[in-house]
């Protein structure tokens, strides 16, 4: 677990990023959690965070750690590909949820959906696990940390849209995307948690399989992106 | 190549390697080169002759015309230290060293250890707790050297190990070069410095335009130039000389070169050539800023058997 420990060991090492971390998330969700505003828009707003939050944090430290050298100084020394991508994205996961935590805990709290404390944190979990996931496959896509970056945005907005966080999904195709997307349990999770409808479980099934199906796919495939991402540092 | 007596089999080899940079530009063209068992052999050329390519290839994962012996086959039996180290600049140098001799297959305590222990050698244990953000360019350099041995690996890669080192880090590497070799390891390095690849090096390959021109040990490279001394005249800025627009050389000089700003004569006894000589470059009217005796080096053979200087820039 040497991945996983380096990152908390850089995240705790560098406090003031870690606490701006946390006291960024808070000072703008804040107000939208305390606000009058529709529970469907607060859903929207703490999506959209929760997401860039997961898959920015996730690409543009992929894309730095390769153009650095530092990727490839991991892989040539002996450690695999897929071991690097899994204990990476669990260590981002991880952070990232400690750090928005306090600011998940605000709209619960303001919104009296304490109840649904379980499985907004499940939902949080996995989509943050999602994210942290796309950003090494957005990475190895790219060449600079903007190009990261707008890919990262396009990437998570396009399926935050097919989430249904933005509009419900109509009958037809997109309620059948919504259905398989990763994210839809964040939307229906934090819909509960904002005293909207109850989550149905059944909600999880098919976006788990999903987020497992392209866990192990990038397990798999996780050399030939690494390689990817190592260019063109190395022959 | 001339594999020469006794010679130990090879533990890595390039055989007829080409590879181009992902602009399409050619890295290394036909290049071939055999590592023996337990040698230190240093790759010289001028900057951009593919040396660094070369030493990736060396200990990457498999690219066409690379041959490796089972016993440095895996990846944890061998350690490439490139030319700019990677760090991260937020731990400490102790972390750092620590962290990649975890990834290379070290336990956690046995890490910590060994990265404390090469770090004093390296002479940073003063400073193993610093951020190696930090750290000056040599101090990242010895970490790095220090990261490189604490694996302990039975095949180093080190791409422009001296750059940036003092002669301190100097003294330290060569040591540290030497006990690797002692507990029978093997260790490619680059460098510009003829001089230390002719005192620490059991045979140096010159490299040229991507391709091994030729590799030897250093006293057969320096007895295929002569043992002629050199006297090298270097002239005030702006002022190069070419010999051949002289006429006709003094019967002291055996032969000639020019360098950039300087000429360099090959003589038999430089006490009685020295004042002709002298006398021969000075009615081509440029002005001598200085005169140097010398036994030839490696870079003297390197510009004899290549064609070309060590220190050209690159193409």
Partial sequence: MTIWRLAWRTA???????????????????????????????????????????????????????????????????????????????????IDALQLAPAVLVLLWSAGGAGAGAVVLLAVLATLWF???LGPLV????????????????????????????????????????????????????????????????????????????????????????????????? | MNPGAGAKPPLVAAEAVAYRYPDGSPALRDLSLEVRAEERLALLGPNGSGKSTLLRLLGGDGAPGIRRDPRVDDAGRRWL??????????????????ILLELHGAGSGEARATADAWLARFGLEADADR??????????????????????????????????????????????????HGAGGTAVLSAHDPVFAAA????????VDGRCAVADTPARL????GARPRVEIRFAAGQALDPDTLGPAPEAVRASSRNEGAVILEVDDPSRALPETLAWVLRGGASVASVEVREPDLADAFATLTGRRLEERAR
């Avoid at chain 1, 998330?25 to 929760?50: C, D, E, M, W």
């Avoid at chain 1, 976006?207 to 390689?227: I, K, N, P, Y």
């Avoid at chain 2, 620490?200 to 490299?207: E, L, S, Y």
Wanted: net charge positive; charged share 15%; with cysteine.
């Fill in chain 1, 139 to 235: 990475a190895a896509a790219v060449r600079s940390l903007a190009e990261a970056a707008l890919a990262s945005a396009a990437l998570s907005l396009l399926l935050l849209h097919f989430a249904g966080f933005f509009r419900t999904p109509a009958p037809g195709w997109t309620s059948l995307v919504a259905e398989w997307n990763p994210y839809t349990p964040l939307r229906a999770a934090l819909t509960a948690g904002t005293g909207g409808m109850p989550m149905d479980a059944s909600v999880w099934l098919r976006s788990l399989l999903v987020a497992a199906g392209v866990t192990f796919g990038a397990a798999v495939f996780a050399s030939d992106w690494s390689r990817r991402l190592r260019w063109p540092r190395t022959p």
């Fill in chain 2, 200 to 207: 620490h090096c059991d045979r140096v390959a010159f490299i």
């Fill in chain 1, 131 to 133: 994210a942290n996931l």
């Fill in chain 2, 81 to 98: 230290a490139p030319d700019r180290p990677a760090l991260r600049t937020w731990l400490s140098g102790r972390e750092n060293a620590a």
């Fill in chain 2, 222 to 225: 320096l007895e295929r130039v």
């Fill in chain 1, 12 to 94: 705790l090492r560098r406090r003031r990023l870690f606490l701006w971390n946390v006291a960024v998330p808070l000072l703008l969700l804040t107000p939208v959690a305390l606000s009058a505003a529709a529970a469907p828009h607060r859903v929207a707003v703490f999506g959209v965070f929760i997401v860039f939050f997961g898959a920015f944090g996730s690409a543009i430290p992929a894309v730095r750690d390769a153009r650095d050298g530092w990727l490839d100084e991991i892989l040539r020394a002996g450690y695999s590909s897929p071991r690097w991508l899994l204990e990476r994205t669990l260590a981002g996961t991880t």
């Fill in chain 2, 131 to 180: 951020p190696a953000g930090a750290y000056s360019s040599g101090m990242r350099r010895r970490l790095a050297l220090a990261t490189a041995f604490g694996t302990a690996a039975p095949l180093l890669l080190l791409d422009e190990p001296l750059a940036g080192l003092d002669p301190g880090g100097r003294e330290a590497f060569a040591e540290a070069l030497a006990d690797h």
